[in-house]
């Protein structure tokens, strides 16, 4: 499967941004997804990960109650809602498939391009 990573951009803090991850090659329901960052001279990490249903979804305890993940199989694309952003969310974002929704990124078989995200204080 290929993915490919869109939405980021320049935001101020407070601001929203939607992050999208679009699938070809096989359905994106055979995958758990998971969203991941990178800032410079950093780790990636983890952000948050949906199951292929859809219903149960994990989230960095950074991000919680600020960021919501989503996916629409029928449109072969997963989201990543981020609201309340703040300097520290900057980072280049990655969307990546996997066997199973997990925090931990050598679960993940595909991860797509990457799309940066900065925000302004």
């Known amino acids: 499967v290929q993915l490919q990573a869109s939405g980021g951009g320049f935001v101020q803090a407070g601001g929203s941004l939607r992050l999208s991850c679009a699938a070809s090659?096989?359905?994106?329901?055979?995958?758990?997804m998971g969203w991941f960052r990178q800032a410079p001279g950093k780790e990636r990490e983890f952000v948050a990960a949906?199951?292929?249903?859809?219903?149960?979804?994990y989230y960095a305890d950074s991000v919680k109650g600020r960021f919501t993940i989503s996916r629409d199989n029928a449109k072969n694309t997963v989201y990543l809602q981020m609201n309340s952003l703040r300097p520290e969310d900057t980072a280049v974002y990655y969307c990546?498939?996997?066997?199973?929704?997990?925090?931990?990124?050598?679960?993940?078989?595909?991860w797509g391009q990457g799309t940066k995200v900065t925000v302004s204080s």
């Open positions: 990546a498939a996997g066997r199973s929704a997990s925090s931990v990124k050598d679960e993940y078989d595909y």
């Open positions: 090659g096989r359905a994106l329901s055979s995958y758990a």
């Open positions: 949906i199951s292929r249903s859809g219903v149960i979804t």
